[in-house]
Each structure stands twice: as C-alpha cells, then as structure tokens.
T-cell receptor, first 116, second 113 residues
Framework: GAVVSQHPSWVICKSGTSVKIECRSL??????MFWYRQFPKQSLMLMAT?????????EQGVEKDKFLINHASLTLSTLTVTSAHPEDSSFYIC????????????FGPGTRLTVL | AQSVTQLDSQVPVFEEAPVELRCNYS??????LFWYVQYPNQGLQLLLK??????LVKGINGFEAEFNKSQTSFHLRKPSVHISDTAEYFC???????????FGTGTRLTVIP
C-alpha cells in the first residue's frame, strides 16, 4: 500500500510554455500533498504544501503565480509550471500523507522537467 | 525549523563490509526521524522511521538506525552491504505531529565489488 504515482515521468518543453505534472495517491486518500524540487546532486527542497480543497501554502522564495498547485480531490494534486524557462529544469517530486495520519510521507517517482 | 546534517557526502565501501551513514539534527522537544533511499532517476523510498518507543529501528533491506536523543543523532547502519545498496540516502526530520519534513543533503553510498 501507500503508492504515489506521478505523470509524466519526464517532459521536455520549449521556453515560455506551461507544463502540468500530476501526482496521485493510488491506494489511499491523502488530505495533504507536498511538492519538492531537487537539483542535480542536491537534496529535496520543499516548494509547497497543498491540502485538499484549499489553497496551497508556498515556502519562502517560491513564486505561487509561477508554480500553480491544485489539490482538487483526496487522490490528486497537480503542479503547473507556467511560462517555463531553462532555469526551471529540475526533478519535481510529490509526496502524500495518509488521510488522518501525519507521520509519514510517501513519495512519487518524480518528474524530470527539461526546458529548452 | 529543523536542520539536518549528513556529515558524509560520499561513502565508498566494499561489498559485504559494514557501513554507517551519519545523521544529526537540531534539537527539539519531540521529533520524528526518517531515512529514505533514492535510486537513480527515481523518487524516494522509505527505509525506516522512528516515531516513538524503542530507539533501535529496523527497516527494509537489512538496514537499521538508532535514535540517540542526547546526541541528536539518527545514524543508519547495515552489517553487510550489497552492490544493490548503491544509491543516495537521505535523512529527514519533522517535528512530531507536524507535516513538514526537513531533509539532509544526502549521502551517496557506493558499494565496490
């Protein structure tokens, strides 16, 4: 149990376009989902926390108008990178908590975004 | 906010030798502690976690970790490593009951045949 999927696993796009990444909890309901960004050979940096049915909470330095997060259901959260630029190229990873539990985050396999 | 220090960025070790990956965190009243493993181009997989109770925690793939409150440490150990253990290992901490996870910078474990 506790499987989290992400789609797509990788995406290449042109500069100026928008890219949507989906994060799904496959076998559990997740009231809270998290979006992380990981640069090569570095650790994960939390971008935002999203709760089902409410606005996401963004970490300091993360542009909420650039990284749009929607958590429309208990099993789906989306991250949209708007007007992507080459510096947005990174590995984006989502995670989710079980509904009613806060102790463990289960991570998706990540999405590799390359902006040309 | 918590801070997590993984002192070793890279640890090479011969196959079947023991290994210890170190993790220290900033002090807090009560914390949850985690070790995750990341294989190339993949997400993070939970190895083990400490929430409460016994300070020695056993996880998957033969790994274990010991919570030491006085030293604010949560070092990861395995008595005999395999080639397949080659990966990046991340220590993470959260305040008990809180959602936020704070990650260390990771330790690259390379198992040498």
């Amino acid at each position: 149990g506790a499987v989290v999927s992400q789609h797509p696993s990788w995406v290449i796009c042109k500069s100026g376009t928008s890219v949507k990444i989906e994060c799904r909890s496959l076998d559990f309901q997740a009231t809270t989902m998290f979006w992380y960004r990981q640069f090569p050979k570095q650790s994960l940096m939390l971008m935002a926390t999203s709760n089902e049915g409410s606005k996401a909470t963004y970490e300091q330095g993360v542009e909420k108008d650039k990284f749009l997060i929607n958590h429309a259901s208990l099993t789906l959260s989306t991250l949209t990178v708007t007007s992507a630029h080459p510096e947005d190229s990174s590995f984006y990873i989502c995670s989710a908590n079980h509904r009613g539990g806060t102790d463990t985050q289960y991570f998706g396999p990540g999405t590799r975004l390359t902006v040309l | 906010a918590q801070s997590v220090t993984q002192l070793d960025s890279q640890v090479p070790v011969f196959e079947e030798a023991p290994v210890e990956l170190r993790c220290n965190y900033s002090s807090s009243v009560s914390v949850y502690l985690f070790w995750y493993v990341q294989y190339p181009n993949q997400g993070l997989q939970l190895l083990l976690k400490y929430l409460s109770g016994s300070t020695l925690v056993k996880g998957i793939n033969g790994f274990e970790a010991e919570f030491n409150k006085s030293q604010t440490s949560f070092h990861l150990r395995k008595p005999s490593v395999h080639i397949s253990d080659t990966a990046e290992y991340f220590c993470a901490v959260s305040d008990a009951g809180a959602n936020n996870l704070f990650f260390g910078t990771g330790t690259r474990l390379t198992v040498i045949p």
